[in-house]
């Protein structure tokens, strides 16, 4: 067993949003498991999905959206999933908790 502590560091200036990268596997196909946390009121600017992205809300609520900025409620217990090259954003309403696991296929 094997006990690591991963502090949530502010992520690239973004106000209110927090991630750690907790978990990196495989070498020529790269799985990366990160823990974010959004406070009340915050969001995400809508950015591209680098590699394949799986959205897991841990708890509170909040919502996403893709490229149409069609916003659609998530809770405790929804996952999104946006494939490569997918624009989207997250806001969170309550404050969020949310893992994200990203996976990039090898070419």
Known sequence: MEITSSPLD????VLGVAMT???ELGRTEGTHVHL?????????????AG???????VSERGSVATS??????????????WTRGEEHTPWAETGMTVLIVQHRAAD
């Open 10 to 13: 502010d992520l690239d200036g």
């Open 36 to 48: 974010a946390r959004l406070a009340a009121g915050s969001s995400r600017p809508r950015h591209p």
């Open 68 to 81: 149409d900025d069609v916003r659609v409620p998530v809770g405790p217990g929804d996952s999104v999933r």
């Open 51 to 57: 590699p394949d992205q799986l959205f897991h809300v």
């Open 21 to 23: 990268h907790l978990l």
